[in-house]
């Protein structure tokens, strides 16, 4: 008589990726939801910053915006006021949370049990900066993991500094920030506005000569 043999290679829960599966599974238990911090001085927050939001909120179990409380820059826009349109901007992501913070931001991230930091990454000129902050962040507290994320590329030139830039000269930033943001800006910087828009339609002393002399 045959002995009946069962072909456990053939079994489904036998293949490779099962057996991965399991013995990670038993090794070091089940993984654990991450909770993560995106900290920034989004001053202001840009289009690149909501889309690295969205992007991050879909990845991990929490995402804290953490707006740094910077002592040293005098920012464009109050705390209070980077709080709010960031607020705003991400009322329909119910698992993001904006905060601010001030000091270490490791410090910050251990205290809002946050095992993961989202940076963004545009371009290689920020590859250099970032690694230097992520290395040294490693060095100050290192059960904290650094994720780069890249916004969506009509983004990848978008930066607070240049829309700062761009609008303190009274030139249209639509596009590049939120439409709040963009109210914002304009609301602050009026006279800049003002000045850039009757430039444009001839009506600044000066505008008329200007153009003449462009013309010629
Ligand atoms: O949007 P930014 O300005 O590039 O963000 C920089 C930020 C806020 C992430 C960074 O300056 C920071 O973490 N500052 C807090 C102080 C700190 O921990 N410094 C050590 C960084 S290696």
Redesign the pocket.
Known sequence: MTALRTNTSNCHLHSRPHRIFYSRLFLRGPLKPVSALY????DPPTNGHLDLIERGAKIFEELVVGI?RNTEKSPMFSLAERLEMLKTLTAHLKNVRIEAFHG???EYAKSIDATCVLRGIRAVSDYEYELQ?AL??RKLEPTLETVFMMPADKYSYVSSRLVREVAQAGGPVKGLVPEVVEQKLREKLEPAYRFHDEMQEGRAPGAKEKKRKRKS
Do not use: A, D, E, T
């Open positions: 900290p920034g001085s989004f740094l270490l931001m490791v902050m040294m962040n």
